[in-house]
């Protein structure tokens, strides 16, 4: 994708609406999952859905002249963006925008909804300010919807931070992604095995439900994953699973054919027991993509290693290269 470089100065904030009508804020995709049948009690502190515990942030994104930009925005709290940053200097015309959420971190009761745009042509990046700590619940349960679009020579990074379940914890996630064939688009979803360090929280939450589902523009599947973890059902200490490793991490790779090929041949499996880390690249149903997946016992070797492979889908891609990561970061 051709793109020009960018100006110094910020673009404008769009105007946000952050009271967006609360009736298409339901989770319906969510709200029949039979591993949540048995958490539908009302939290005592607020009911679930209630205004404080639905949050909704919309995000389109468009080519400008110079570089793309956030052109809608809506965002109802707990979710909350204030604006688009341009600060990745090996790509300067790809706006950046941090999620943030002003709850603390998931509760029970939450019900969140991330819809994600990218125009034609249009490229963007979309991240969290920090790890999603799913909290420990008593009551109910916690969810969150996301749906995100990429249309032709699209590009999109949606590269939030770790989730953290706690002890309790009842959580599913649902990611739907419409992809047009030319656009590349890159998930990253990694998840510990609870507060590790924390007197004995490893595997001690309740449910962890993880679906991904992908189809073209015109409603053609391309493919259907969900992850189901029940600990207290089958532990996922098991070898083969997750036997000694701490954090597990999917990184999606949605690109053209050519792209693959390209990616594949620069990705080598990777597999040190010493320490702790074990990552491999598999191709996807129906000439998708790529789906790396890693393990390791510290959530930083995952984010290593998804950087690394992120560089080179960036690299093939687009021809711009991923400058050094903030310290900060």
């Not at 439900?209 to 073209?216: A, F, G, K, P, Q």
Request: charge should be negative; charged fraction near 20%; aromatic fraction near 6%.
């Amino acid at each position: 994708m051709a793109r020009t470089p960018v100006h110094a100065e910020a673009a404008p904030c769009p105007p946000a609406n952050t009271y967006a009508d609360p009736s298409r804020l339901t989770l319906p995709e969510l709200s029949g999952l039979p591993e949540l049948a048995d958490y539908q009690d009302q939290p005592a502190q607020m009911p679930a859905g209630a205004p404080g515990k639905v949050g909704y942030l919309r995000l389109r994104f468009a080519r400008g002249p110079e570089r793309s930009e956030l052109v809608e925005l809506e965002r109802i709290a707990p979710l909350l963006v204030q604006r688009a940053l341009y600060w990745d200097e090996g790509m300067p015309e790809l706006p950046i925008c941090m999620v943030t959420s002003v709850g603390g971190g998931t509760l029970q009761g939450d019900r969140l909804t991330i819809v994600v745009d990218v125009e034609e042509g249009a490229c963007a990046h979309v991240t969290t300010q920090g790890a999603t700590r799913v909290h420990a619940m008593d009551s109910n349960h916690a969810a969150q919807l996301q749906l995100l679009t990429v249309a032709e020579d699209g590009y999109l990074e949606y590269l939030p931070e770790v989730t953290i379940p706690y002890r309790g914890a009842r959580y599913a996630s649902r990611t739907r992604i419409v992809a047009a064939p030319s656009a590349t688009v890159l998930v990253a979803e990694a998840v510990m095995a609870g507060r590790k360090h924390h007197g004995g929280e490893r595997f001690r939450y309740e449910v962890l439900s993880l679906s991904t589902e992908v189809v073209r523009p015109d409603g053609t599947p391309v493919f259907t994953e969900k992850l189901l973890i029940e600990p207290a059902r089958r532990s996922p200490e098991l070898p083969g699973v997750m036997q000694h490793f701490d954090v597990f991490g999917n990184l999606l790779i949605l690109t053209p054919p050519e792209i693959v090929e390209r990616v594949t041949a620069r990705v080598p499996p990777q597999f040190d027991l010493a320490e702790g880390l074990a990552s491999g690249l598999s191709r996807l149903p129906n000439g998708a993509g790529l789906m790396l997946r890693v393990v390791a016992t510290e959530s930083h070797q995952v984010r290593a290693r998804m950087r690394e492979v992120w560089a080179v889908v960036r690299e093939e891609a687009t021809g711009r290269t991923l400058p050094e990561e903030f310290a900060w970061r």
